[in-house]
């Protein structure tokens, strides 16, 4: 017999008015932004802020930086050229994930029989409401690793990030500097994430061959430092765009190119496709960065300015 101290009054109210409660729980955000911030300020204070009270770093993440789940659209999370920053002689976390913790992480961790329920509820696509805006490489790997419930209330997801090909020859993918070079930086925990295959089960999630969770829009800006970069996105396995293009299945695929003197931006949009075909249109366009006056600084160009707004029929 069941203790009656043990009874969790929660589980006794009908399923309907659980999920209710579920989604005004958890639905409180339109937009959700993942990236990292990197602490400023005295060196003690980074230190004591990232290691003091037996607090670890993220491993994955560059060097005296912490990851951020910020539960409303935050572009400087996802910014190469004005990135997040946080002061490190503020309060710091209660715990060493704090920053990334959300109501449907919460909620999901109560038991396995309200994660099961949180998962058939929104497996609904109307009941979804969330956009999800996520750095690469480095909020993908935060998404991956601390907060993957996202993707079940989630109706899109969008990408932004630098990546410089393997077989890039040109200098010039080094001018942008560390900040906007992540793989050239120095990673806490001297651990590199897996980009790759985060990336491949990302669209796998939503637009695989056998998706578990079809979104509206997988959104990914993608920027190719170097002027001759070009030949090189395509002859690298591990670039994001061929990436995302092996692993996607049925779905109307747009790949759009900005051309640069200094770097090419990349866009793939993915949207579920209209019957069991696959559709893949192109465009191209020039790209103006960097050129003093009223041009953008190189990289910019990952984050949209029409965001957090979309549409997705534009194809």
């Known amino acids: 017999m069941a203790n009656p101290a043990n009874r969790c009054i929660f589980l006794e109210l009908p399923v309907e008015l659980r999920l209710e409660i579920y989604s005004y729980a958890i639905l409180d955000c339109k937009n959700i932004t993942i990236g990292t911030a990197k602490l400023v300020g005295w060196p003690p204070d980074i230190v004591y802020r990232l290691y003091g009270e037996s607090r670890v770093p993220h491993p994955g993440i560059p060097a005296q930086h912490e990851p951020v789940v910020e539960t409303d659209y935050c572009p400087t999370l996802l910014s190469a050229t004005k990135p997040a920053t946080i002061p490190a002689n503020t309060e710091p976390p209660e715990t060493t994930y704090a920053h990334t913790q959300t109501a ?5 961790l109560l038991n396995r029989q309200i994660a099961e329920e949180l998962r058939s509820h929104f497996a609904v696509p109307t009941r979804r409401e969330t956009s999800l805006f996520v750095s690469y490489p480095y ?42 070079a992540p793989k050239q930086a ?33 959104d990914m800006r993608i920027y190719y430092p170097g002027g001759d970069s070009y030949s090189a996105i395509w002859s690298d396995d591990k670039s994001p765009i061929v990436v ?72």
């Open 186 to 218: 120095k990673l806490h925990g001297d651990v590199v994430p897996d980009s790759e295959k985060q990336l491949e089960d990302l669209f796998r999630f939503a637009f695989g061959p056998t998706p578990k969770q079809q979104m509206e829009m997988i």
């Open 139 to 180: 909020g993908l790997h935060i998404l991956h690793t601390t907060t993957p419930q996202l993707l079940r209330q989630s109706k899109s997801v969008h990408l932004a990030g630098i990546y410089t090909p393997r077989l890039s020859c040109s200098d010039s993918a080094a001018s942008l500097g560390p900040a906007q």
């Open 244 to 315: 995302a293009l092996q692993n996607i299945g049925y779905a109307r695929i747009g790949v759009d190119v900005w051309r640069g003197s200094n770097g090419i931006g990349m866009r793939l949009t993915a949207r579920p496709a209209t019957a069991n075909e696959r559709v893949v249109t192109n465009g191209l366009h020039k790209l103006y960065e960097g050129g003093g006056g009223d041009f953008p600084a190189h990289g910019s160009w990952i984050v949209d300015p029409e965001w957090p707004a979309y549409t997705v029929s534009e194809r």
């Open 104 to 108: 449907y992480h919460t909620v999901s």
